[in-house]
């Protein structure tokens, strides 16, 4: 059973920039998550993707932004980067059936991202 | 808005003692809740979590948790401390009947164990 793994593990940016995160979901899971994780916090629930749509979205700007293929593995997008955006993202995935989640969420090791 | 609340930023507590972090949430119907645990650089691992059933969870490295649906708490419990227990403890409850099938996540409590 293969994990719920994320790339890059760290990366830096400047202010303005945009920035592409990867998640590969755990074998046999169709549902994706991301969270904002800000240092000493919990993690923020940023959206979900089900069946390659987005199926439901946190308190983030439109300019986070996402997708996920056949495959299940998602992309978020984060677009006109800010000092603030600076955090640990987190890609969690897990298992909806017959319309409901009633299942954890299994997540990867976060990809942290650094905006100066 | 269902939500989740760690009332104590951290706890000490000294190994081979007992150890109970808190927690109490806020959701309309019944609530699935959760608790994760966070190692420094890491991403969150699960431990247990509450669908129905049993009030006493049972969940992984001897972890356990207490459902009291009176008092809206979803204490986390442990009767004796490892110094590995050391780490950052989430709870989380999920509303099942929402669209959204979001976790919410509480602010998290640093657990130290001392020697």
């Known amino acids: 059973e293969t994990g719920v793994t994320q790339s890059p593990t760290h990366l830096i940016k400047t202010r303005g920039q945009q920035v592409t995160l990867r998640c590969s979901s755990q074998?046999?899971?169709?549902?994706v998550s991301w969270y904002q994780q800000a240092l000493g916090q919990g993690p923020q629930f940023i959206f979900q993707?089900?069946?390659?749509?987005?199926?439901g979205r946190g308190n983030f700007p439109p300019r986070f932004s996402g997708l996920q293929f056949p495959n299940y593995s998602s992309e978020l997008n984060v677009n006109a980067l800010e000092l603030d955006d600076s955090a640990l993202y987190l890609c969690?995935?897990?298992?909806?059936?017959?319309?409901?989640?009633?299942?954890?969420?299994?997540f990867g090791e976060g990809s942290r991202l650094t905006v100066l | 808005a269902q939500s989740v609340a760690q009332p104590e930023d951290q706890v000490n507590v000294a190994e081979g003692n007992p150890l109970t972090v808190k927690c109490t949430y806020s959701?309309?119907?019944?609530?699935?809740l959760f608790w994760y645990v966070q190692y420094p650089n890491r991403g969150l691992q699960f431990l247990l979590k509450?669908?129905?059933?049993?009030?006493l969870v049972k969940g992984s490295y001897g972890f356990e948790a207490e459902f009291n649906k009176s008092q809206t708490s979803f204490h986390l419990k442990k009767p004796s401390a490892l110094v590995s227990d050391s780490a950052l403890y989430f709870c989380?409850?999920?509303?099942?009947?929402?669209?959204?099938?979001?976790?919410?996540f509480g602010s998290g409590t640093r657990l130290s164990i001392r020697p």
């Open positions: 969690a995935s897990s298992l909806r059936l017959a319309g409901m989640n009633t299942g954890e969420l299994f």
């Open positions: 074998s046999g899971h169709n549902t």
């Open positions: 993707y089900y069946r390659e749509e987005e199926n």
């Open positions: 959701v309309s119907g019944n609530p699935y």
């Open positions: 509450y669908i129905t059933g049993d009030n």
């Open positions: 989380a409850v999920r509303d099942p009947y929402s669209s959204a099938s979001k976790i919410i």
